[in-house]
């Protein structure tokens, strides 16, 4: 990494230190690109440093020493927390990793708190493959937040009737088209970002699941995120 990892409190040091040097902008102030609000936006459009990233002969066990810097929030064990709504990243797909974090970077994806830690002053696009291919080789504990319960059958339906299409019978995703993931991660995440896709605070969203979200309740969102918090990890072989 560009600074290797220390004490979380010696590497906001550090970054502010990298900041204090910059006379042309603040380095730790998260760029605001074309998202969803723009004309002729596309979800999945080319980006140079996704490109890098996704070409790159990823080595997990050198993800394994990068992730240090993630760590503190997302955990040792990549489970992340879901009372401070951090996604569960262990066993995400690689290809999902890489395209938020280089949405964040460039600004597609509003993230201030995680953009510190992903500007190419702190990672490379190629650190950044490898950290996804170590997460992605992780267990994902069954061990999630979860919703109520109360409506799972409300749920369910909607989640067969809008969302398995893309995401898969079993929450499984699809790596090579860059859905995530879903089984397996907390109620709380998959709630705050469903409705903010809904309301399009999530710029990076894909346009065609903010017109289905378009008429969901909060409701809906809650009874949905719930279900899709149940699905159980499919075991790597």
């Given at each position: 990494?560009r600074?290797?990892?220390?004490?979380?409190?010696m590497l906001?040091?550090?970054l502010?230190?990298i900041?204090?040097?910059?006379?042309?902008?603040d380095?730790?102030?998260?760029?605001?690109a074309a998202g969803?609000?723009?004309?002729?936006?596309?979800?999945?459009s080319?980006?140079?440093?996704?490109n890098?990233?996704?070409?790159?002969?990823?080595?997990?066990?050198?993800?394994?020493?990068?992730?240090?810097?993630?760590?503190?929030?997302?955990?040792?064990?990549g489970?992340?927390?879901?009372?401070?709504?951090?996604?569960?990243?262990?066993?995400?797909?690689?290809?999902?990793?890489?395209?938020?974090?280089?949405?964040?970077r460039?600004?597609?994806?509003?993230?201030?708190?995680?953009y510190?830690?992903?500007?190419?002053?702190?990672?490379?696009?190629?650190?950044?493959?490898?950290?996804a291919?170590?997460?992605?080789?992780l267990?994902?504990?069954?061990?999630n937040?979860k919703?109520?319960?109360?409506?799972?059958?409300?749920?369910?339906a909607?989640?067969y009737?809008?969302?398995?299409?893309?995401h898969?019978?079993?929450?499984e995703g699809?790596?090579k088209?860059?859905?995530?993931?879903v089984?397996?991660?907390?109620?709380?995440?998959l709630?705050?970002?469903t409705?903010?896709?809904?309301?399009?605070g999530?710029?990076?969203?894909?346009?065609?699941?903010?017109?289905?979200?378009?008429?969901?309740?909060?409701?809906?969102?809650?009874?949905?995120?719930?279900?899709?918090s149940?699905?159980?990890?499919?075991?790597?072989?």
């Open positions: 990494m600074i290797k990892l220390l004490a979380p409190a906001g040091l550090a502010l230190a900041a204090g040097q910059s006379s042309s902008a380095l730790n102030k998260q760029p605001r969803i609000e723009t004309y002729g936006y596309a979800w999945n080319p980006d140079q440093d996704l890098r990233a996704l070409a790159h002969p990823a080595d997990a066990e050198k993800g394994q020493a990068d992730y240090k810097i993630c760590k503190g929030c997302h955990k040792i064990d489970s992340g927390l879901a009372e401070a709504d951090y996604p569960q990243l262990a066993g995400q797909h690689a290809s999902v990793i890489i395209k938020q974090m280089m949405d964040i460039a600004g597609r994806r509003d993230n201030p708190r995680m510190p830690f992903s500007g190419d002053w702190i990672v490379s696009a190629e650190e950044i493959a490898d950290i291919a170590y997460l992605n080789k267990p994902t504990p069954a061990t937040g919703g109520n319960g109360y409506n799972l059958s409300r749920g369910k909607l989640y009737k809008d969302c398995a299409s893309c898969g019978k079993s929450g699809d790596a088209k860059f859905y995530p993931m089984a397996g991660q907390h109620y709380s995440y709630k705050r970002e409705r903010e896709s809904r309301d399009q999530r710029r990076n969203a894909s346009l065609e699941m903010v017109k289905v979200l378009k008429r969901y309740s909060d409701a809906d969102i809650d009874a949905v995120s719930d279900y899709m149940r699905l159980k990890v499919a075991e790597k072989h």
